[in-house]
């Protein structure tokens, strides 16, 4: 029997499951990840977070995310925060401003004196061969809005990569979207080759906006840091919110602070705590 200790921690209610595999041993395709995550049985969590070493030149560490269903994934903005937060608590860094390697590049996550941790999320994407989307015969290529075929009708979506897929969808009230029922439609579709998180898009103001977001293994959270950053993207590219300006992006679990300006990186501010540190037993 193996035992494993773990921090339980959250952004916005987006809640993560965070290993230090730093400091002991531990390779995640050898647990059960899905039996982890559920809520009534194990730990419970949207995703389980791996802090190790990297192996780059210049790189503090390498970030590994997992989503419930045991699927890994690219990126996750929440759980960079989180991340972030982690290695300074656990002593396992120094410094204010990391620079951690994920499956889809570099990130550099920051620590503010208030509580605060912005994180770089480098530039977004919107090729469909880098989302991935396969659009219909006559859809350009940089599109803003993309047409997803369903047995319902074509859902006009934009399509936004940041270290993961999102289709973002603009709706007059969030609170009346169809976020479980369209999002699940829409997560696994032949259209989205490697499946896809669902944002629902509520324009507040030019600085503003509410969203919800159904997640690819997931389902909705209480937030989704890419997917802040994808809507954001997406309404700039639209004429809808203001470019250069900082967005407050007001999710279920609480508020995000983005900020782009078009063909730069985008910036994601926002908090990270600690719910619990706990120790686990597995075979």
């Given at each position: 029997m193996k035992t494993l200790k773990f921090t339980k921690m959250h952004g916005l209610g987006n809640d993560f499951m965070v290993i230090d595999a730093v400091?002991?041993?531990?390779?995640?395709?050898?647990?059960?990840?899905?039996?982890?995550?559920?809520?009534?049985?194990?730990?419970?969590?949207?995703?389980?977070?791996?802090?190790?070493?990297?192996?780059?030149?210049?790189?503090?560490?390498?970030?590994?995310?997992?989503?419930?269903?045991?699927?890994?994934?690219?990126?996750?903005?929440?759980?960079?925060?989180?991340?972030?937060?982690?290695?300074?608590d656990k002593g396992l860094t120094d410094k204010k401003e990391i620079c951690v390697e994920t499956a889809k590049g570099v990130i550099f996550p920051k620590?503010?004196?208030?509580?605060?941790?912005?994180?770089?999320?480098?530039?977004?994407?919107?090729?469909?061969?880098?989302?991935?989307?396969?659009?219909?015969?006559?859809?350009?290529?940089?599109?803003?809005?993309?047409?997803?075929?369903?047995?319902?009708?074509?859902?006009?979506?934009?399509?936004?990569?940041?270290?993961?897929?999102?289709?973002?969808?603009?709706?007059?009230?969030?609170?009346?979207?169809?976020?479980?029922?369209?999002?699940?439609?829409?997560?696994?579709?032949?259209?989205?080759?490697?499946?896809?998180?669902?944002?629902?898009?509520?324009?507040?103001?030019?600085?503003?906006?509410?969203?919800?977001?159904?997640?690819?293994?997931?389902?909705?959270?209480?937030?989704?840091?890419?997917?802040?950053?994808?809507?954001?993207?997406?309404?700039?590219?639209?004429?809808?919110?203001?470019?250069?300006?900082?967005?407050?992006?007001?999710?279920?679990?609480?508020?995000?602070?983005?900020?782009?300006?078009?063909?730069?990186?985008?910036?994601?501010?926002?908090?990270?705590?600690?719910?619990?540190?706990?120790?686990?037993?597995?075979?």
């Amino acid at each position: 029997m193996k035992t494993l200790k773990f921090t339980k921690m959250h952004g916005l209610g987006n809640d993560f499951m965070v290993i230090d595999a730093v400091s002991q041993n531990f390779t995640p395709e050898d647990v059960p990840i899905a039996e982890w995550a559920d809520r009534f049985r194990g730990v419970g969590f949207d995703q389980l977070l791996v802090v190790g070493r990297s192996e780059t030149e210049g790189v503090d560490f390498r970030y590994r995310i997992f989503n419930a269903d045991g699927s890994e994934v690219g990126q996750c903005g929440n759980g960079a925060r989180c991340f972030a937060r982690f290695v300074a608590d656990k002593g396992l860094t120094d410094k204010k401003e990391i620079c951690v390697e994920t499956a889809k590049g570099v990130i550099f996550p920051k620590l503010s004196d208030n509580g605060m941790v912005t994180v770089n999320m480098g530039k977004p994407k919107f090729m469909p061969s880098e989302i991935p989307f396969v659009p219909e015969s006559g859809e350009g290529d940089d599109a803003c809005i993309y047409g997803v075929h369903l047995e319902s009708g074509i859902q006009p979506v934009s399509c936004v990569n940041m270290g993961n897929p999102h289709a973002v969808i603009t709706v007059d009230d969030v609170e009346c979207a169809p976020v479980r029922e369209t999002g699940s439609l829409i997560e696994p579709h032949r259209q989205f080759p490697e499946r896809v998180n669902v944002g629902f898009m509520q324009i507040v103001s030019r600085t503003a906006i509410r969203l919800r977001v159904f997640e690819r293994g997931v389902g909705e959270t209480q937030a989704c840091g890419t997917g802040a950053c994808a809507a954001v993207v997406a309404g700039i590219r639209l004429g809808l919110l203001d470019e250069g300006k900082t967005v407050e992006v007001v999710l279920p679990g609480g508020t995000l602070y983005i900020e782009w300006a078009c063909g730069g990186d985008v910036m994601m501010t926002g908090p990270a705590e600690t719910v619990f540190e706990g120790e686990l037993a597995y075979s």
